[in-house]
């Protein structure tokens, strides 16, 4: 499937990995919506990114919103590609404080809620305007790129609801690919490790300088557009179907 030519929508795509993805699609012909709840970097992005760029503000877990992002990317064309970035953190929080008191529940529920439920309503809806394509030479209407965290495989104490809610990412990207294969709809993940964000760029460099020595090769943070490079070929390549690809150097995170 060729990027050029095809329309696109990226959430989370303000910033980060997701801003990396963007600017990769429309670096090879595609036309981006971006999808993310800050209104000013969305700004931004498109005032980066230019005419093949538009910004909706939207929350994943709003159907409509997202709805109204999908129509807006299919003004420019047939929606062939998706990559979904947004999400949060979670608070590192363990089951049993100190005291043995438990964790809150609302805590770990609101991390499922975004990063699960979020990842979910973002997949079947768009999922619903692919499937409406018609099929090109190499057999695709489109293909879906999700995103996990390597803390779905090894996540660190505290990490409880984040890791839950990327282990589910995970779990729902084989099924998903055998259940969209009807339709010709093509899902994989990424599981993206220690990543060079905004958020790590708010700590201090000797911080960000341990992180990166944890990583075995190529001893730093990964980059946005190491990110967004996989995501192109997981858009583009017709034989990928239903991976999680760990995107880490290796690296396999510690229990702290």
Same mark, same amino acid.
């Given at each position: 499937?060729? &990027?050029?030519?095809?329309?696109?929508?990226?959430?989370?795509?303000?910033?980060?990995?997701?801003?990396?993805?963007?600017?990769?699609?429309?670096?090879?012909?595609?036309? +981006?919506?971006?999808?993310?709840?800050?209104?000013?970097?969305?700004?931004?992005?498109?005032?980066?990114? *230019?005419? =093949?760029?538009?910004?909706?503000?939207?929350?994943?877990?709003?159907?409509?919103?997202?709805?109204?992002?999908?129509? =807006?990317?299919?003004?420019? *064309?047939? #929606?062939?590609?998706?990559?979904?970035?947004? *999400?949060?953190?979670?608070?590192?929080?363990?089951?049993?404080?100190?005291?043995?008191?438990?964790?809150?529940?609302?805590?770990?529920?609101?991390? +499922?809620?975004?990063?699960?439920?979020?990842?979910?309503?973002?997949?079947?809806?768009?999922?619903?305007?692919?499937?409406?394509?018609?099929?090109?030479?190499?057999?695709?209407? *489109?293909?879906?790129?999700?995103?996990?965290?390597?803390?779905?495989?090894?996540?660190?104490?505290?990490?409880?609801?984040?890791?839950?809610?990327?282990?589910?990412?995970?779990?729902?990207?084989?099924?998903?690919?055998?259940?969209?294969?009807?339709?010709?709809?093509?899902?994989?993940?990424? =599981?993206?490790? &220690?990543?060079?964000?905004?958020?790590?760029?708010?700590?201090?460099?000797?911080?960000?300088?341990?992180?990166?020595?944890? +990583?075995?090769?190529?001893?730093?943070?990964?980059?946005?557009?190491?990110? =967004?490079? #996989?995501?192109?070929?997981?858009?583009?390549?017709?034989?990928?179907?239903?991976?999680?690809?760990?995107?880490?150097?290796? &690296?396999?995170?510690?229990?702290?």
């Amino acid at each position: 499937m060729r &990027i050029d030519g095809s329309s696109a929508l990226v959430t989370g795509g303000a910033s980060g990995l997701g801003l990396a993805t963007a600017r990769r699609i429309t670096d090879r012909g595609g036309r +981006v919506v971006i999808a993310d709840i800050s209104e000013e970097q969305g700004a931004k992005a498109v005032a980066d990114l *230019g005419d =093949a760029a538009r910004f909706v503000r939207a929350d994943v877990t709003d159907a409509s919103a997202v709805e109204a992002a999908l129509d =807006a990317a299919r003004e420019h *064309g047939p #929606l062939r590609c998706v990559v979904h970035c947004a *999400g949060r953190g979670g608070d590192r929080t363990r089951i049993l404080d100190k005291d043995g008191a438990p964790a809150d529940l609302d805590t770990f529920a609101e991390v +499922v809620r975004i990063n699960l439920i979020g990842t979910y309503n973002v997949l079947r809806l768009a999922a619903s305007r692919i499937a409406e394509n018609d099929v090109l030479d190499d057999g695709d209407r *489109g293909a879906v790129v999700l995103t996990a965290s390597v803390a779905a495989f090894d996540g660190q104490i505290g990490q409880t609801s984040y890791s839950a809610s990327k282990a589910g990412v995970h779990g729902m990207t084989l099924v998903a690919a055998r259940d969209l294969a009807s339709r010709q709809i093509r899902v994989n993940t990424i =599981a993206p490790g &220690i990543m060079d964000t905004p958020m790590l760029a708010r700590l201090r460099d000797d911080i960000r300088e341990g992180l990166a020595a944890t +990583v075995p090769h190529p001893k730093r943070l990964g980059a946005p557009d190491d990110f =967004a490079r #996989l995501a192109v070929e997981m858009l583009e390549n017709p034989y990928l179907n239903g991976q999680t690809v760990r995107l880490d150097g290796a &690296i396999r995170m510690a229990p702290r």
